[in-house]
């Protein structure tokens, strides 16, 4: 009898333990549902304020903005630092660790291109046509703001800047979920920013860093108008997979270089040079090489040159004997973004060759060709299918502040709304305004 009432009251307090738990992952749930949508709705109430901005007091509060990270750059930086350090205890690849780090220059420059948004054209307001019908009726359509934009994104703080400056400057309201790994720099930007703010509820960083809050946020459709994820492959899948609310896809890089069998031999070099090694860790960095049969000797040349920066090549049959250290590529190879100093090499017999070789590996970012052929240019630009497609020049430009839209808040390899580098107008959507004087139908 003993026995069985002990039974008992394990069984009992096993059921009492599983109550429990069911009753502490519903309340956590519904904690963090209740946090969301508070910001949301901050986000959304700020929206009245942001639209009676005048474009002047738009840009005054940028460069506000822009005084106060460089005031606060000691800060921040110290933060950095903390985050910084803790990457590299768990083992970050350098080029990630690369893509993290801040220093005094990238402060500066974060604040330089804050400014160059301000000094940028404003599009809300813009009225883009205006038509008048056999009715009478005036038709046109008149840009206006997304609404609230959410953004998430791994461990780039420089992000958190740019995505601020370029939604307050498009009268949006932003929802920003930073990575764990950049947490302390994220908010300590924040912080900055919303210090200049009358209504820092503009600007909102989620701090909670768990798969749980992630999840969650990206189904806050009520409250978010589109969402938009920067960062690798997985994070991107997972958002287009999961989310409720309209995404816009921001591609990884696996750009490509070809060399044309009329190539400046130099200009090639120099280029593969800059677009693989200037900075390893970014996704307009190059990750594939695709060569004419007929330059491949200058590849013992670019050997030399890679060999410096401790590049190590993966290349196919043709082209491994005129590499003195090349490892075998394999299939997997030339359909992968590194991010690291690896490069990936294939030998093609024309332009075509180069052209379906790139269309069937590549991510849609950018794309290079190094020739003095002007047909063979113009057949690449037409038949490469990248948001970003160059003629003898390096894949490293694609980027909103080379383009001239002061800062980006991601590269759209997608072909709907937006693509390529997404500066002001691809935060922006249209409504029609129609004027009429009495017309009915």
Partial sequence: MTQTACYDKTEAGKETAGIAETVNAQTEKQSIQEMLEAMGQRAKEAGSWRAGLSTKEKN?????????????????????????????????????????????????????????????????????????????????????????????????????????????????????????????????????????????????????????????????????????????????????NNATIPVIETGTGNCH???????????????????????????????????????????????????????????????????????????????TEYLDYILSVKTVDSVEEAIRHINRYSTGHSETIVTKDYDNAQKFLDQVDSAAVYVNASTRFTDGNEFGFGAEIGISTQKLHARGPMGLEALTSSKFIIYGNGQVR
């Fill in 60 to 240: 005054d509060l940028l460069l506000k903005a822009a005084d106060r990270l460089e005031a606060d750059a000691g800060r921040i930086l110290a933060a950095n630092d903390m985050d910084v350090k803790r990457a590299q205890e768990n083992g970050m690849a350098a080029g990630l660790v690369d893509r993290l780090r801040l220093t005094p220059e990238r402060i500066a420059g974060i604040a330089s291109g804050i400014r160059e948004v301000a000094a940028l054209p404003d599009p809300i307001g813009r009225v883009e046509s205006m038509e008048k019908r056999p009715n009478g009726l005036m038709i046109g359509r008149k840009r206006v703001p997304l609404g609230v934009v959410g953004v998430i994104y791994e461990a780039r703080p420089n992000v958190t800047a740019d995505v601020f400056a370029l939604t307050f400057k498009t009268g949006n309201a932003v929802i920003l979920k930073g990575g764990r790994d950049a947490a302390a720099s994220n908010a300590a930007i924040v912080e900055s920013l919303q210090s200049v703010l009358p209504k820092p509820a503009v600007v909102q960083l989620i701090e909670d860093n768990s798969r749980e809050v992630t999840n969650a946020f990206m189904k806050l459709r009520e409250y978010v108008d589109v969402l938009i994820p920067r960062g690798g492959k997985g994070l991107i899948q997972a958002t287009v």
């Fill in 257 to 335: 270089a070809y060399i044309d069998e009329t190539a400046d031999k130099d200009m090639a070099i120099a280029i593969v040079e800059n677009a693989k090694t200037q900075r390893i860790g970014v996704c307009n960095a190059l990750e594939s090489l695709v060569v004419h049969r007929s330059r491949l000797p200058m590849l013992k040349e670019l050997e030399t040159v890679l060999d410096k920066h401790n590049v190590q090549i993966r290349a196919d049959e043709a082209s491994r004997p005129y590499f003195d250290h090349a490892l075998a590529a394999t299939e997997e190879d030339f359909g």
